[in-house]
């Protein structure tokens, strides 16, 4: 199936960075914008060693799996080898389909070896292609069977998503259309408004929805969870593997005023006034600097995840990366920025305003600097704005403070979404 795989696996999504040149204004004007776009080059929060961010990097190692409504159940006892069950199990969550769909695609695709390698290069328990699996996981091992298999509900769960309004238009299942999907590529379904004509991949289809009664309990004829095995099956955004907490509520979104937890304690900060110096104690519990821009936003993604002030963060600098890489500042380079970031973890991002979606400036976006910017969504406007905020927008003295401004909606780069939440 590596073949078949990759060509259903596409590669890499596009950058879109956008480059704005300087603006042509009076004097004095010209004379803040410089001083802004000089800030905006030396900041951006990256992380540094010892204090609070390694605490940080210690409580929250695991990675958050956010999973969608439908997905999971309990497998048969025995059925899958090596104790993975109930990582299949999660994987399932997380894409959005019972756990004996994914069962039944590990035992077509590897028969469960975690060392196999096919003809045409695709590895592991899930036979992924290289360039797919870089995609999927970054630079994580294929070989590694848990990693394999949290892969294959990952790519699952994009596949589910792609299919989502074609299911909504026919009837069709939107779990088949996704293994259709996932046997002759999304355009393929979006073609025929359901599963294409193709005999390989009907067969397939066929195959995976009947044999996944054989690894789960309860699974109805064509590879559904039934009634019995509904409330297991179908969690309401849980989110598995994180602290602080079990449900993506999307009730926690932005509050129209600074909600930092530790916005108005005025801990120690980094500061440009003698060059960009970070004193002790400056690391911040998210695994940034304290009050810089990227500080806000791993805030606005934990409260979009539901986590309250003073409860354990689910993600940090170090943990949001599936790869293991930190998320770093805002931008690093075309490879590393938080746009692949979100891309790493495999979360929608798109090109509209939504109330607490994470706003990102790639280099020299709008008014950023080679560094970029996050803040976040406010308020979505009707003539075309939205209102942002967050930390470290303003020159100094007023540089790690919170700030709010109008946006046009085409300004950022990117808007990044977090799933199963009310921004998605």
């Not at 993506?248 to 909600?259: F, I, N, R």
Request: some cysteine; hydrophobic content about 30%.
């Amino acid at each position: 199936m590596g073949s078949v795989k990759s060509a259903a696996k596409f590669g890499a999504k596009a950058l879109l960075l956008k480059a704005f040149g300087p603006a042509l204004l009076l004097v004095g004007v010209l004379g803040a914008v410089m001083v802004f776009a000089l800030f905006m080059v030396i900041t951006g929060g990256t992380i540094s060693g010892g204090g609070q961010a390694k605490k940080a990097q210690e409580a929250a190692s695991k990675t958050c799996t956010v999973a969608k409504a439908g997905g999971g159940g309990s497998l048969e006892d025995g059925k899958v080898p090596n104790g993975w069950g109930p990582k299949v199990e999660d994987a399932a969550k997380e894409a959005g389909t019972p756990s004996g769909i994914i069962a039944a695609q590990i035992q077509q695709e590897s028969q469960w070896n975690p060392n196999a390698t096919s003809p045409v290069g695709a590895k592991g328990l899930t036979q992924f292609m290289p360039d797919t699996w870089k995609n999927v996981m970054g630079n994580a091992d294929p070989n590694d069977p848990e990693v394999s298999i949290k892969a294959q509900g990952k790519y699952m769960s994009e596949l589910m998503d792609q299919v989502k309004k074609v299911s909504e238009k026919s009837g069709d299942d939107q779990v088949s259309l996704a293994l259709a999907a996932y046997n002759a590529g999304p355009g393929a379904i979006e073609q025929y408004n359901g599963v294409p004509p193709y005999g390989e991949t009907q067969d397939y289809v066929k195959k995976i929805t009947s044999n996944a009664g054989t690894f789960q309990k309860n699974l109805d004829e064509g590879g559904k969870n039934s009634e019995a095995d509904k409330k297991d099956a179908e969690p309401s955004a849980e989110t598995s593997g994180c602290g602080g907490g079990d449900k993506a509520s999307g009730e926690s979104h932005s509050t129209g005023k600074d909600d930092l937890p530790w916005g108005n304690k005025n801990l120690p900060h980094c500061s440009i006034e003698n060059g960009y110096t970070c004193p002790d104690g400056s690391e911040s519990v998210t695994g940034m600097f304290n009050y810089e821009c990227t500080d806000w936003g791993l805030w606005v993604i934990n409260r979009n995840l539901g986590v309250k002030a003073g409860e354990d963060l689910k993600v940090t600098n170090s943990n949001f990366r599936p790869d293991g890489q930190n998320l770093d500042t805002a931008y690093v380079s075309p490879e590393k920025n938080w746009q692949t970031g979100w891309e790493n973890k495999g979360w929608p991002m798109g090109d509209e305003p939504k109330e607490g979606a994470i706003v990102y400036y790639g280099a020299n976006a709008g008014l950023a600097g080679a560094m970029g910017h996050i803040a976040s969504v406010q308020k979505v406007n009707d003539d075309g704005t939205f209102i942002e905020e967050g930390y470290n927008g303003n020159p100094p003295p007023d540089d790690h403070k919170y700030y709010t401004r109008t946006v046009q909606n085409t300004e950022p780069t990117k808007f990044l979404y977090t799933p199963d939440a009310k921004d998605k």
